[in-house]
C-alpha cells in the first residue's frame, strides 16, 4: 500500500499569509494526487487533482506541484474561509489512501 | 446539480450488519465510479471501497475486506454498502462520493455526499 505523509500536522497562520503543506508519498505516483480541504461537518471538497490542476471554482490563490513523491499545496494569501483541515489522496493504485491532514488554524 | 444523498445509519451492536444507501441525481450514474470515504470522530478520512462504472470491479479496504460489500444499481441511481460484523473501530461517518471519471488519474471524489452516521456499541 502507498502511504502519504503530510506535514505539518497543525499550523497557526495569520490572513494574508503564504501557506505551504508537504505530502510525501512512499513510493512514486507520477502526478495521481489530489488535495481535499474540510471544514468541521462538512464533507471533503476537492480543491486540485493530478497534483496541480485547479477544480473547477475553486479560488486561484490555491495551487499544487508536484511529482513522483514529493508534492506540494500552497494558499498564497491566506483567508478567513480557508481556516480547515487538508488533506492528500493518492489516486494511483488501490488501496486508495489519504494523508492525516493538516489543520489551519488562525494565529 | 450533483447531489449524493447518503441514507441508512444509525446505532447498531458489535457483530450486528447495516446498510448504507447513496441515492445519486445530476450526472450519469450508470458511467460514474463511486467510492465510500469514512472518518471517525475527530479523525482523518479512510478509504473505504470503489465500484468501478465500466470494469464492474470493486476494490476494498483490508480493514472491511470479507466483512462489507459495495454494489449498485444503475436503474434507481443508487449506490449501497452492506456492512456485516460491524466493530467499534467501524464507528464514522461514512461519505459517498462520485469520481471524477473512471480510469487512473480520475479516481478524485469529485462531488461528496454530507454523510450518514454509523454507530457501533452495545
Known amino acids: 500500500d502507498i502511504q502519504l505523509t503530510q506535514s505539518p500536522s497543525f499550523l497557526s497562520a495569520s490572513v494574508g499569509d503564504r501557506v505551504t503543506i508537504t505530502c510525501r508519498a512512499s513510493?512514486?505516483?507520477?502526478?495521481?494526487l489530489a488535495w481535499y480541504q474540510q471544514t468541521p461537518e462538512k464533507a471533503p471538497k476537492l480543491l486540485i487533482y493530478a497534483a496541480s490542476t485547479l477544480q473547477s471554482g475553486v479560488p486561484s490563490r490555491f495551487s499544487g506541484s508536484g511529482s513522483g513523491t514529493e508534492f506540494t499545496l500552497t494558499i498564497s494569501s491566506l483567508q478567513p474561509e480557508d481556516f480547515a483541515t487538508y488533506y492528500c489522496?493518492?489516486?494511483?493504485?488501490?488501496?486508495?489512501?489519504f494523508g492525516a491532514g493538516t489543520k489551519v488554524e488562525i494565529k | 446539480e450533483v447531489q449524493l444523498l447518503e441514507s441508512g445509519g444509525d446505532l447498531v451492536q458489535p457483530g450486528g450488519s447495516l446498510r448504507l444507501s447513496c441515492a445519486a441525481s445530476g450526472f450519469t450514474f450508470s458511467s460514474s465510479a463511486m467510492s465510500w470515504v469514512r472518518q471517525a470522530p475527530g479523525k482523518g478520512l479512510e478509504w473505504v471501497s470503489t465500484?468501478?462504472?465500466?470494469?464492474?470491479?470493486?476494490y476494498y479496504a483490508d480493514s472491511v475486506k470479507g466483512r462489507f460489500t459495495v454494489s449498485r444499481d444503475n436503474s434507481k441511481n443508487t449506490l449501497c454498502l452492506q456492512m456485516n460484523s460491524l466493530r467499534a473501530e467501524d464507528t464514522a461517518v461514512y461519505y459517498c462520493?462520485?469520481?471524477?471519471?473512471?480510469?487512473?488519474?480520475?479516481?478524485?471524489?469529485?462531488?461528496w455526499g454530507q454523510g450518514t452516521l454509523v454507530t457501533v456499541s452495545s
Open positions: 465500484f468501478s462504472a465500466t470494469t464492474s470491479n470493486t
Open positions: 513510493q512514486g505516483i507520477s502526478s495521481y
Open positions: 462520493a462520485k469520481h471524477r471519471g473512471n480510469s487512473v488519474g480520475y479516481r478524485e471524489g469529485d462531488y
Open positions: 489522496q493518492q489516486v494511483n493504485s488501490y488501496p486508495l489512501t
